[in-house]
């Protein structure tokens, strides 16, 4: 999977949201804001291939955690990827 190139992180009022690049963007009333984990792992994957497995290992190296947690950790944010249509 990889993060659609539309999307890029900005940063408002001390926060770093994801906003829509482009047109279409102007209509959009959704923001999505990234925490510290969020935000390391969205920098280190933009623009490039990745899947569960490359994120757990960048979770568990970055942060020194469990495999079997930065597994977890990986599958949940994956999903919320998903959920919010960030990635293709």
């Known amino acids: 999977m990889r993060i659609k ?13 994801v906003i829509m ?26 623009g490039k291939e990745f899947d569960a497995v490359v994120v757990a290992n960048l ?10 947690v930065a597994q977890h950790d990986a599958a949940r944010w994956l999903d919320r990827l998903e959920e919010c249509g960030l990635v293709e």
């Open 5 to 17: 190139k539309q999307y890029k992180v900005r940063e408002m009022a001390g926060e770093h949201v």
């Open 21 to 46: 690049q482009g047109e279409l963007g102007s209509n959009l009333t959704k923001i999505i804001s990234l925490n510290e984990s969020a935000l390391y792992l969205w920098r280190a994957i933009e």
């Open 59 to 68: 979770l568990a190296e970055h942060y020194g955690i469990d495999d079997e």
